[in-house]
Nanobody, 123 residues
Framework: QVQLVESGGGLVQPGGSLRLSCAVS????????MGWFRQAPGKERESVAA????????YYADPVKGRFTISRDNAKNTVYLQMNSLKPEDTAVYSC????????????????WGQGTQVTVSS
């Protein structure tokens, strides 16, 4: 069974930073893509960022380009999302996900999901 556990969410002021982590455990294929999604109240879930096993390919949604950075530590089966210059509109539940296919993660249809962690940007 595959488990994904996020951490690092919380309350931050506009302009601040947060770093999210997601640890993967269980029986998974080695070369999976990892990604982050978010869902704000009353809105559909959207893909935020994705990174392949080799780290050679990454994806960022337009609203977060230049502010968020996705990275991964394959030895720890962990993916990170460094979020800088946070805005109130970044407030959402952030979830991580994995899939063998990069396209599936970008499209929002990965195989495995975490439960999510709340990020609130407010003064």
């Amino acid at each position: 069974q595959v488990q994904l556990v996020e951490s690092g969410g919380g309350l931050v002021q506009p302009g601040g930073s947060l770093r999210l982590s997601c640890a993967v455990s269980g029986r998974t294929s080695r070369s999976y893509t990892m990604g982050w999604f978010r869902q704000a109240p009353g809105k559909e879930r959207e893909s935020v960022a994705a990174i392949t096993w080799s780290r050679l390919s990454t994806y960022y949604a337009d609203p977060v380009k230049g502010r968020f950075t996705i990275s991964r530590d394959n030895a720890k089966n962990t993916v990170y999302l460094q979020m800088n210059s946070l805005k109130p509109e970044d407030t959402a539940v952030y979830s991580c996900a994995i899939d063998q296919r990069f396209a599936a993660v970008v499209a929002g249809t990965p195989e495995y999901w975490g439960q999510g962690t709340q990020v609130t940007v407010s003064s």
